[in-house]
């Protein structure tokens, strides 16, 4: 009888495969592997604008261009992209190396750029292969940061909740929405940083530093991690020798839920094993549709005197969406707001007083039973 309180406190492992407990180091390496790869990639979304603006002065033209150039490769190569993490089984590799790689040749790129500012007058031929070389690095590493987006939040984190609980899923893209949220507010911060502090070319310099040497942790960490979870590997080989792309339950699913952390947990039910990279592809080429007509608008009204248009029309759009999906909630549950909760909370907290007040008196009942024993 006295044993049992010592088993009910025992904790119990986070996920079990094939009745082995995952290492709870494999899940930090996975963390920190993602918080590196986000980082450098949330410096440079923040970063480019600023160094665009400053090689064309006076003009959002250049970093509208450089949008329209990142956006078209997403909408054109995202399925294909999506269709090479099913396919592949070395993309792991191909990720980090050309993400990293990259981000070194756009930050290098870059610093010519801000460090020959004369060639704008002097060489302009030579200035505009610069900046369509920066496009083309940016739009590389932009599908590059979607296959590893693909693969560690459609594929490896439904692999490693397999066989558990739906809440093991749920948190497991809790934490890393979180790694991504963290990453995109903390690096701007640090950018701006070194930007207002130093200049816009110690950034660039920071930028292929910080790629240039993450690039070793990040195989270091994620190769750990797939040779640390058999199913990883297993999951690659399945994906590999059972092809079959299913177009429309891919568009079904798309319609249905947009969220990326929900739609990473649908894919583990709705969604065949070999097709959970065509999904995340497909998803990001529609939401870049989007993307590439915001940067097509800035291209359009490029003269920033002007910017309060864009600022309108932004704010317009994302007030309709809001009203549609307000809508659309509305006609699948039937209500907006849970006023139920709210009046089982407000009548919980109400009778947690009372409870507790009977708790105390029961509780001077048992001290005085126990003096008169």
């Known amino acids: 009888m006295e044993r049992e309180p010592l088993l009910a406190k025992q904790e119990k492992p986070l996920l079990d495969t094939q009745h082995n407990s995952i290492p709870s180091s494999l899940f930090t390496y996975l963390y920190v592997g993602h918080f590196f790869a986000r980082w450098g990639a949330r410096m440079w979304e923040f970063s480019v604008g600023l160094y665009m603006i400053n090689i064309w002065p006076n003009s959002l033209l250049f970093a509208a261009i450089y949008g329209v150039a990142e956006a078209s490769s997403t909408v054109l190569f995202g399925a294909i992209v999506g269709q090479w993490v099913d396919r592949l089984t070395y993309v792991l590799r191909l990720w980090l190396v050309t993400q990293n790689l990259a981000y070194i040749i756009a930050g290098g790129t870059v610093i010519a750029l801000l460090k020959f500012s004369f060639l704008k007058s002097t060489n302009f031929t030579a200035f505009i292969f610069l900046v369509i070389l920066t496009n083309i690095s940016g739009a590389i590493a932009a599908l590059s940061t979607l296959a590893g987006t693909i693969l560690i939040e459609r ?219």
């Open 155 to 373: 594929e490896w984190v439904v692999v490693m909740s397999e066989g558990h609980p739906p809440e093991t899923l749920t948190k497991l893209n809790s934490i890393i929405r979180r790694i991504d949220l963290i990453s995109k507010l903390g690096a701007p911060v640090l950018s701006g940083f070194v930007i207002s502090f130093v200049s816009l070319t110690s950034s660039a310099v920071s930028l292929a530093l910080w790629n240039a040497i993450t690039i070793w942790v990040e195989y270091w960490l994620f190769i750990s991690v797939y040779n640390g979870i058999p199913a990883l590997g297993e999951s690659s080989q399945r994906r590999v020798s059972r092809l079959s792309p299913s177009v429309e339950e891919t568009e079904s699913l798309l319609s249905d839920d947009g969220g990326n952390s929900a739609l990473a947990e649908e894919s583990c039910d709705h969604v065949p094993e070999s097709d959970r990279g065509v999904v995340g592809g497909v998803q990001n080429s529609l939401q870049s549709i989007l993307d590439l007509m915001t940067y097509v608008m800035g291209i359009i009204i490029s003269n920033p005197q002007d910017f309060w248009q864009l600022t309108l029309i932004s704010f317009m759009l994302v007030t309709l969406a809001a009203l549609l999906y307000t809508v659309h909630i509305y006609h699948v549950r039937k209500h907006l707001f849970h006023f139920e909760k709210l009046f089982s909370w407000i009548q919980w907290s109400i009778r947690s007083p009372e409870k507790a007040e009977m708790l105390t008196q029961a509780e001077k009942v048992e001290v005085l039973t126990s003096n008169e024993s």
